[in-house]
């Protein structure tokens, strides 16, 4: 069983997984999107005092700072319970591509050349490390959600602007990719 | 104690998105470069779901656990904010490797480098509360 558990999960289970979460989030009086945390903490902070959109009852978003701690908890209870640390199987194409950037193959979860210590103390690191985080968080806010509010959520109702916004995801997901990306590495 | 369930479903939360791999930067970039069906397979899984489940909420008026019925409300009208603010976040999301959720989940892991993100999606979500009013909706 827990052999089973420490092998990376196949799509299937973790998309069936998802969409359970999204059912007890609405069972429990509450909806699946996690950018309004970043609203919440920007209002918690007490940023509602200099600007109008951050002031509002964060209190009532409580449940889903909650939620927040908790995929913390998880991040760390699979580290230590539930990782084998094996590199991420991606497609040798994508190897390929990433190694044409300088980006090595993977070894762990994520690339050393981003994510680790040096990249992080570098400035061309942490510029990267900030943008790509002020992009999510801006861009999430103005499109009014991110993967789960639009993605998920919004896409299970239905939703034109959900649709909409996932284009979007999309459309700047793909400039980074193929134009951005090779200037930057 | 109310907010315990909470707790678990944000683990579980946690749990899937790094056991299902959809917090590595790799697996994003696999995913924009259109070269494997895994996150694509997450995704369409999941929606999949959800939309015959949201179905059957509404065609059964299935209520929460208080009771009270669950209500879906429709997103306002526009095309602008959706199209512009989604291809600023793709922009992010393809630089990062990660969206809000993952951000967390990633430093839960113990890769402090996405606490940096994680403040300066914070960071962005301001600037969109100062310059909104400025913006096409």
């Known amino acids: 069983m827990i052999e ?6 196949s799509w299937w289970f973790s998309g069936a997984m998802i969409a359970a979460i999204m059912f007890f989030l609405l069972f ?31 209190r009532s978003q409580m449940w889903n700072l909650v939620f927040l701690i908790g995929a913390i908890l998880g991040g760390f209870l699979t580290k230590q319970f539930l990782s084998t640390d094996a590199p991420v199987q991606i497609a040798q194409s994508t190897i390929e591509d990433l190694s044409r950037l300088g980006i ?17 103390l570098s400035l061309k690191g942490f510029m990267i490390l900030a943008f790509g985080g002020l992009m999510v968080g801006f861009g999430s806010r103005y499109a009014g959600g ?12 239905l939703q034109i602007p959900s649709l909409i916004a996932v284009i979007g995801f999309f459309a700047g997901g793909l400039i980074m990719t193929f134009l951005i990306l090779p200037l930057i590495f | ?40 397979g997450i995704i369409g899984t999941a929606v999949t779901l959800g939309v015959s489940g949201v179905a059957l909420i509404k065609k059964f008026k ?24 989604g291809s600023i976040f793709g922009l992010g999301w393809a630089l990062s490797g990660a ?6 989940v990633n430093v839960g892991y113990g890769y402090w480098a996405m606490a940096i993100v994680f403040f300066f999606a914070l960071v962005g979500t301001y600037l969109y509360g100062v310059v909104k009013n400025k913006l096409p909706h």
């Open chain 1, 4 to 9: 089973l558990l420490t092998q990376p999960w």
């Open chain 1, 28 to 58: 429990f009086g509450q909806s699946f999107g996690f950018s309004s945390n970043l609203r919440t903490i920007c209002s918690a902070a007490g940023l509602g005092k200099t600007n109008k959109f951050f002031d509002f009852n964060w």
């Open chain 1, 104 to 120: 090595g193959a993977p070894e762990s979860l994520q690339p050393a050349e981003i994510f680790g210590l040096e990249a992080m």
């Open chain 1, 146 to 157: 991110c993967t789960s509010g639009h993605a998920i959520s919004g896409l299970s109702d």
């Open chain 2, 1 to 40: 104690m109310k907010f315990i369930k909470f707790l678990l479903l944000g683990i579980v939360f946690g749990i899937v998105m790094t056991k299902s791999e959809a917090v590595s930067w790799f697996r994003i970039q696999e995913m924009f470069r259109f070269q494997a069906f895994h996150m694509y």
């Open chain 2, 62 to 85: 299935i209520r929460d656990y208080q009771g009270n019925p669950i209500v879906f409300s429709p997103k306002d009208k526009s095309v602008s904010r959706y199209l512009l603010g």
């Open chain 2, 99 to 104: 969206c809000p959720g993952p951000m967390v």
